[in-house]
């Protein structure tokens, strides 16, 4: 049975949310910050990850782990991010501490 997921893969490095009751937690790797994605926008994820599914759930998060087998299987140096307010964003974690590692790509894709 596969579960429902709040978001979606698109090509090879784009997360589309989809689901506005739940935040996605992007997590790329252990040593990159974290990024709650949110109906708003993006935003940084400073609280403790959750320790399971049910706890994530309880709190309205969805994890998504980048390198994991059912998202894209390996780390990313970039990454686009569609959020539910009408904006794709540009995360390039070579950019991580300037203001260029988060950035509006587009303007209203749908």
Same mark, same amino acid.
């Given at each position: 049975?596969?579960?429902?997921? $709040? ?33 708003? #926008? ?13 706890? $994530? ?15 894209? #299987? ?22 991580? #501490? ?13």
């Amino acid at each position: 049975m596969s579960q429902e997921r $709040a978001f979606l893969k698109s090509g090879r490095n784009t997360i589309i949310h989809k689901d506005k009751k739940l935040d996605l937690v992007v997590v790329n790797s252990d040593i990159h910050p974290r990024i709650k994605v949110t109906q708003n #926008g993006l935003e940084p994820f400073k609280e403790e990850l959750p320790k399971n599914r049910r706890d $994530a759930k309880d709190r309205y998060l969805e994890m998504v782990y980048i390198s994991s087998a059912e998202v894209f #299987g390996e780390e990313k140096q970039l990454l686009f991010i569609q959020s539910l307010d009408g904006r794709e964003y540009k995360v390039d974690y070579s950019k991580i #501490g300037t203001k260029l590692f988060v950035r509006i790509h587009q303007d209203a894709y749908m």
